[in-house]
């Protein structure tokens, strides 16, 4: 193994050197067809700060109606932990006039797992070259979708070939959920460290709709759910394990999928717990197999990082999926209830839901009792609506959560396209006779047992 990784070492000291001259000759500088470094470097070279910072500008400056990069702050040390967002910005929104779904990535929070990094900066380079290629599946996604991807984390660590970051503080333990001084290195407290203070404000300030959140790492190779901090199931381990059979049916059934306490060992703090129990986002650690101490790697980073490549493609292209997505097939009145025919075309569940109307004020005047739509299912729902009253201009909306986690967000989505059956009680015929509340039955009832019973004592004394 030594002498495999020494000969490793020297082969791409030798390949690399040769290729440094060609990366900032002033042929490069000027832009010409490739995204970046020449691909010899990008696939065998791992990233430091520098080249992140240089390929990254590259791909802001020369491809701008698809990559635009901003900081989302800097680093103990003064460096800056580059986004980069990319989408087709030619166009604001879905074709639907609807707002595009947001998916969240970051890599490199230990500064000496560099293929977790490369995973990340490998993602971001598939969907830019694929769009200058003019693949019409990836033109697709980037006309509905923003991938913002904070590459290097740990830009400190990642320059000295470090788990930690210039305070020897592990980024990974210092999230504000159930942060504890029981791990190792957790910090003073919870976010004490810029890094990680500024992927939360991150977070919080641009990625509060995302439907997706994967953080990039190596060690143990494995796809992992919430939670670190308990071995309960995720509230949402329905969508988990939908996505861990599919991946399994169709990527590679050998690669583990699993929750992280189990599948990994139990953390407090990590950023992936945060992801889900306070911004409520589906989220994933992603840890690629191991590789340390080495600046590269002999067999290309695509063929490495193949299978990982493809689970972000599965990840990224059904983002749609990953929330519950309510949509009322009908809804009749009666005078005094309301019978709901609601399906769940999302792969998440909602236990929260709520029928309201909108009165032509904009306020709420009424809301219905608590519902629960499976992920995938339908559900017929009968609501109790003997105080609603409607108006011109006023308007239904379903109100629930994305998802059953409680940080999951709420969403109102008013009933478009959709028939409101006014069903009057005079006109119900024999269902409306024999109602239960109606006093003519009761009388019909009572009358039927009557004789029945009275039948019965005849039958019993003869
Ligand atoms: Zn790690």
Known sequence: MQTRQLSAFFMLLIFSLSSWSSIYSPSQLAGDAAAQQPDI???????SWATITYDTAQWANNHPEIVTRISAGTTVLGRD????????????????????????????????EHLGTELAFLTAEYYIEEWLNGNEEVMEILRNTEIHLLI????????????WN???????????????????????????????????????????????????????????????????????????????????????PDLPVRNANAGIYPTHGTSRDYGYGVMGYPTFTFETDDEQFLPGTVESLSDRLSVELDVMKYLISNVWFWRARLEVSSLVMSEDEIHL??????????????????????????????????????????????NLTIDDGGYFQLFYQKRV????????????????????????????????????????????CAVYIERKNERAIG
């Open 41 to 47: 470097t990008q696939e065998h070279w791992y990233h």
């Open 81 to 112: 932990q580059w986004v980069v967002r990319i989408s087709d910005w030619s166009v604001e929104n879905k074709s639907d006039g609807s707002p595009k779904e947001l998916v969240y990535i970051d890599g490199g929070h230990h500064g000496n």
């Open 152 to 163: 290097m984390l740990n830009a400190d660590g990642n320059d000295i070939d470090n788990r």
């Open 166 to 252: 210039t305070n020897a503080v592990d980024l990974n333990r210092n999230y504000d959920h159930h942060w504890t001084t029981d791990e190792s290195r957790s910090g003073s407290g919870p976010f004490s460290e810029p890094e990680t203070r500024n992927n939360a404000d991150y977070m919080n300030e641009y990625m509060i709709d995302a439907d997706l959140y994967v953080t990039m790492h190596t060690g143990t190779w494995i796809l992992a759910y919430p939670w670190g901090f308990t071995g309960d199931m995720p509230s949402d381990y329905e969508m988990y394990e939908y996505i861990r059979d599919t991946l399994h049916e169709e990527i590679d």
């Open 341 to 386: 025919s609601v399906n769940n075309l999302g792969r998440a569940s909602t236990s929260n839901a709520s029928l309201q109307y909108v009165s032509q004020s904009g306020e709420v005047a009424w809301n219905s009792t608590n519902f629960s739509v499976n992920a995938s299912n339908s559900t017929m729902e009968v609501l109790n609506a003997v």
């Open 405 to 448: 986690i409680n940080a999951a967000i709420w969403v109102a989505e008013p009933l478009e396209n959709i028939t409101i059956e006014i069903e009057e009680k005079e006109e119900k015929s024999w269902l409306g006779m024999f109602g239960i509340m109606d006093l003519s039955s009761y009388l019909l009832i009572w009358l039927l």
